[in-house]
């Protein structure tokens, strides 16, 4: 089983929507989360970081929360645009775990006119 | 260079070929990472490198990958005898330092295809 679950598995909004995407982790003990971006053919691309006391951060239209009571994270981009269609992977890091991150299987999103 | 670069972006293999893929990471960083990427999946964790020192290889799949990053800089990742089963994109990501919060920037990666 995957330490780090990703949902949905793919999306698909108009464009000036607003979505979520969800994250749930066991990987322990936790030390950070990342969200990324990934377009087509590109590596990935850190939107956020969280680490354990904070809640929520964000970088323009992104939003990032974290609750690390539940193992959850969310990200929320608001107003979208069609260059944000790629997939979205959250990305976890264990404390002492060395740099061994653990990826989830990302999210796919596709913003239409 | 400006950013963490790959080559080359694209390889076909035949089945039992060996292959080399190339990292360039930013110039000064100390970690260096592989992962290997399946078709709609997330990337998984072969090897780390620090500077020189190969100091975990847990995530390599067999002993047909060997990585080496001799000078400290550039890294190669080679696989001996390939099978269909190692066809992916193979991504190399570099970071500053070694502490948790230190941000990984990622290549384009190389898509190894092996027909």
């Known amino acids: 089983k995957n330490q780090v679950e990703q949902s949905p598995q793919s999306l698909i909004i108009l464009e000036g929507k607003n979505c979520t995407l969800q994250?749930?982790?066991?990987?322990?003990?936790?030390?950070?989360l990342r969200w990324y971006k990934q377009d087509t053919g590109r590596g990935p691309v850190s939107l956020t970081i969280?680490?354990?006391?904070?809640n929520t951060k964000s970088n323009g239209r992104y939003t990032a929360t974290l609750d690390a009571d539940t193992k959850q994270s969310s990200l929320h981009i608001t107003a979208s645009q069609l260059s944000d269609s790629a997939s979205y992977i959250c990305v976890v890091r264990k404390t002492g775990g060395g740099n061994k991150l653990t990826f989830g299987t990302g999210t796919q999103l596709k913003v239409e006119l | 260079g400006a950013g963490v670069s790959q080559s080359p972006r694209y390889k076909v293999a035949k089945r039992g070929q060996d292959v080399a893929l190339r990292c360039d990471p930013i110039?000064?960083?100390?970690?260096l990472f592989w992962y290997q990427q399946a078709l709609g999946q997330g990337p998984e964790f072969l090897t780390y490198f620090q500077n020189e020192a190969q100091l975990d290889k847990s995530g390599l799949p067999s002993d047909r990958f060997f990585a080496e990053r001799p000078e400290g800089s550039v890294s190669t990742l080679k696989i001996q005898r390939t099978q269909q089963e190692d066809s992916a994109v193979y991504l190399c990501?570099?970071?500053?330092?070694?502490?948790?919060?230190?941000?990984?920037?990622f290549g384009q990666g190389t898509r190894l295809t092996v027909v």
């Open positions: 994250c749930n982790y066991t990987v322990s003990p936790f030390s950070n």
């Open positions: 990501a570099s970071s500053s330092g070694a502490g948790e919060n230190t941000e990984a920037f």
């Open positions: 969280m680490t354990f006391s904070e």
């Open positions: 110039s000064g960083h100390v970690s």
